[in-house]
């Protein structure tokens, strides 16, 4: 009897406001890095019938051009959708104790906020690992509440 083969997928798309200002930092072979966490709410009805909030904090990594492009375009609050995969890291702790994370590392970074008309030249873009294509996408906007859209549009 032949072996069932599993398929290999790990993609993540996601979108949510960052928590925090970005950390950008080199890696000691001149390799930038970026890493952030975004908050991505969830709307759910309980068993009474009553609409609960929910919040999900996740970790995201980007490298080299993409990890540029969104220390130069991301700060508190800002919203993102994150195309990627995930990826487990395991590290030491100041007391020694080892430590696991799961977080996402980007292959794309969706920038979803609006800037003001002045900055014709930082609209919204799109920067991919392997492109580096740029375009205009204000699509996300029709899936924002009035809250949602007024929150976004503070600067």
């Known amino acids: ?27 000691s072979k001149n390799t930038h890095v970026v890493n952030f966490h975004i908050a991505v709410n969830r709307r759910y009805k309980d068993s ?24 130069d375009r991301l700060k508190k609050g800002s919203a993102v959708l994150i195309d990627g995969e995930l990826q487990s890291r395991t590290f030491k702790t100041d007391d020694n104790r080892n430590r696991t994370i799961v977080e996402i590392k980007a292959k794309r970074v969706q920038f979803l906020n609006k800037l003001s008309r ?20 204000s699509s996300f906007d029709k899936f924002l509440t009035d809250e949602e859209s007024n929150l976004i549009n503070e600067d």
């Open 118 to 137: 002045n900055n014709e030249s930082n609209k919204d873009k799109s920067i991919g690992i392997d492109d580096g294509l740029n375009f205009a996408d």
């Open 48 to 71: 009474n019938s009553l609409w609960q909030e929910d919040v999900c904090y996740v970790g995201v990594v980007a490298w080299n051009k993409l990890a540029d492009s969104c220390k």
């Open 1 to 27: 009897m032949a072996e069932l083969k599993m398929p290999e997928i790990n993609s993540v798309a996601i979108v949510g406001n960052l928590t925090k200002d970005p950390i950008f930092r080199e890696t």
